[in-house]
């Protein structure tokens, strides 16, 4: 066998092997969080299908694989292998843009059914894991600031703005804004793949009032970062004198 028909077939078992352990883990969880949830019949439904269509796909990229390390003929010739590692290089690929829709798939889950992210089966898979820590420290600050916390994300998000807008105005809580602004941050982006044309407005907004609180406790650096990040989300006429002035004076 030669070196590089070697090669190729290690890589398939690797790709397989990762794929296996690492998808077939996140359907899992959806599933186990679905059933924890006890929807009623019809939303239940939907998801399963969501969650079916994956799986298959899944079972398909793993045969796909297993055709190659476990069927490839005993002997090949230089165009042959040439063929097999393209063959394996674009399965590569399709488990990569899965992975991207399952990760998606996983976020629209949570945005509908947010109490998921303190569910009992734990661990979340690895993209959730920061969103579910953020979602947890975002709530907790809310409830200090204002008593209570939305249940949902995005709800949760835009209250945070909106603490961070009233806080920044007053000297006396000025310092508390920037946590609010950037939690929100944080929890926007957390969940943009799953809606990244909503997100943009809602990203754009929170960041000009993060780059506002940040110039208010005279972290211009920070602010400056948040104005330009800002810029590329909504327009000038969006922007406050003194947060658009940030981004010209880099």
């Known amino acids: 066998m030669s070196a590089r028909l070697s090669e190729i077939l290690d890589e398939a078992k690797s790709l397989h092997s990762d794929t296996e352990a690492a998808q077939l883990s996140d359907i899992l969880w959806f599933k186990s969080e679905l059933n924890d949830l006890d929807l009623p019949p019809d939303k239940d439904a939907v998801w399963r299908d969501r969650i079916g269509v994956l ?35 674009g399965c590569g690929q399709r488990l990569h843009e899965l992975w991207e829709e399952i990760e998606a798939e996983e976020l629209r889950f949570v945005l ?7 569910g009992r089966y734990e661990p979340h ?28 994300l995005l709800d949760l998000a835009a209250a945070l703005v909106e603490l961070a807008r009233q806080l920044g105005s007053h000297p006396d809580t000025a310092e508390d804004a920037p946590r609010a602004a950037g939690l929100a941050v944080a929890l926007i982006r957390d969940t943009a793949r799953a809606q990244p044309q909503a997100s943009r407005q809602k990203l754009g907004t929170a ?22 990040a800002a810029s590329e989300l909504v327009g000038p006429d969006e922007m406050p004198p003194e947060v658009l002035g940030l981004t010209t004076s880099r």
């Open 55 to 89: 799986y298959r796909d899944i079972c398909m990229g793993l045969g796909d694989l297993e055709s190659v390390f476990e069927n490839h003929p005993a002997t090949l010739d230089d165009r042959e292998i040439g063929d097999l590692g393209r063959w394996v290089e």
């Open 207 to 228: 960041l000009v009032i993060l780059a506002q609180s940040r110039l208010a406790t005279g972290e211009i650096e920070e602010a400056t970062a948040a104005a330009v």
């Open 125 to 152: 898979p690895p993209h959730l894991k920061q969103l579910a820590k953020n979602f947890r420290d975002a709530g907790d600050l809310c409830r200090r600031l204002s008593g209570t916390a939305p249940s949902g």
């Open 112 to 118: 509908a059914y947010p109490d998921v992210l303190h």
